[in-house]
Each structure stands twice: as C-alpha cells, then as structure tokens.
C-alpha cells in the first residue's frame, strides 16, 4: 500500500498567489483531514470529509482557503490568495470509518508551504 | 471543552535509560485517546490508542500507555529508549460529539548517546 500521497512536498510562493495542495487518500478509506501544523499552534484540524462530504469545516481560518474532494481518491486545499502566515506544513490523513474519529488516521508526508 | 495538555516541550534522556511522557486530557466522557510519533520531515504514525477494557495499552516500537481515570492522565511509557525513538510525541483525545482528533501541543525527545 502507498500510504497517503501528497504533492507537492515542498511550495515556495509569493504573497497573493493561489496555492494548490493536493491529496491522495489510502484506497477504500472513506474519511480524509486536512490538518495544519505550525510552532505556534501546533496542529488543528482545517476540515474532514467523509464520502466526500465536507462534515466540518470549522477549523478553515478563513474564506481565502478552501478544499474540495471531487472523488474517494482526490482532495485538494486551495490558498488564495496566500500570505505569508499560511506558511506552515500541511498533511493529508485519511481513515476507514464511518465515525471517522474512532479508527487510526494514517497521515500523509505533508507539504510544507513557505510564502514570502 | 475537549483539550489536551503535555506538559513537557522537551525532554533529554540517555540511550538505554526509561522513559515516561506526560498526557492529561479534559473531555466529559469515555475519551479515546492516542499517542503518535512524528519523525523529522515525516507525517504522523500512530503508536498506540485506548478506547476501552485494559487501561494499559501496548502499542509498536515497545511503547505502552496507562489510562488513569482519576488523573485523566494518558502517559507514555518505554523501558529502554533507543537512539532510533528521537522525534516528537503527540497525545490526542477523540471528540465524540464533532468527529475530531485534537492534539496536544507535542513533546520533543532527544536523546543522549
């Protein structure tokens, strides 16, 4: 099994540009997170699907980011426009569950987003 | 609300010596609860987990984990570090009510040669 896949692993933009991370869940699971990570938060949770239904979004911070997930095997969180405190390292993880907390989240490599 | 606390950023110990870290969570109810290992550049793996039955969990890699109820405390336990577990821990605690794992603010180990 690959594991989570995500891309890419490492982004270097400019403020205002408009970041794609992209996503690829662990076939046959059917919950997916997008989590962010940085020093001075630590790591909170931006959004989780389940069947590729956005469940909670509350953990977005703002209306610059959204995520999608168009199928079981595909998600993306978009910046736009980016600035330079959305830098931090972003991870993927997803989990077989229909109560998606009660069952081991395996988590992607992350990508690490720097905008200057 | 539901939150984690560890309260060691840091901790230094010597190859071969034990190890304890620190978990104390505040939820209402039967928690389950997590600890997870995060390698430089690496994602997240989970080490261990409790939902219910024996409060002494055994997870990967030698570590286990004691439930405590009545300190509602999730510590990490391993006999003998090995210069391979330096890397930084998270505790977490599942939300039953929002479907979310919320983390602890991590603990760092190093350890000493």
């Known amino acids: 099994d690959a594991g989570v896949i995500q891309s890419p692993r490492h982004e270097v933009t400019e403020m205002g540009q408009e970041v794609t991370l992209r996503c690829k869940p662990i076939?046959?699971?059917?919950?997916l997170f997008w989590y962010r990570q940085t020093m001075m938060r630590g790591l909170e949770l931006l959004i989780y699907?389940?069947?590729?239904?956005?469940?909670?979004d509350s953990g977005m911070p703002e209306d610059r980011f959204s995520a999608k997930m168009p199928n079981a095997s595909f998600s993306t969180l978009k910046i736009q426009p980016s600035e330079p405190r959305d830098s931090a390292v972003y991870f993927c993880a997803s989990s077989r569950s229909g109560r998606a907390t009660y069952n081991e989240q395996f988590f992607g490599p992350g990508t690490r987003l720097t905008v200057l | 609300a539901q939150s984690v606390t560890q309260p060691d950023i840091h901790i230094t110990v010597s190859e071969g010596a034990s190890l304890e870290l620190r978990c104390n969570y505040s939820?209402?109810?039967?928690?389950?609860l997590f600890w997870y290992v995060q390698s430089p550049g690496q994602g997240l793996q989970l080490l261990l987990k409790y939902f219910s039955g024996d409060t002494l969990v055994q997870g990967i890699k030698g570590f286990e984990a004691e439930f405590k109820r009545s300190q509602s405390s999730f510590n990490l336990r391993k006999p003998s570090v090995h210069w391979s577990d330096a890397a930084e821990y998270f505790c977490?605690?599942?939300?039953?009510?929002?479907?979310?794992?919320?983390f602890g603010q991590g603990t760092t180990l190093q350890v000493k040669p």
């Open positions: 076939s046959g699971h059917n919950s």
């Open positions: 939820y209402g109810a039967t928690p389950y």
């Open positions: 977490a605690v599942a939300s039953s009510n929002t479907g979310k794992l919320i």
């Open positions: 699907f389940n069947n590729n239904v956005p469940i909670d």
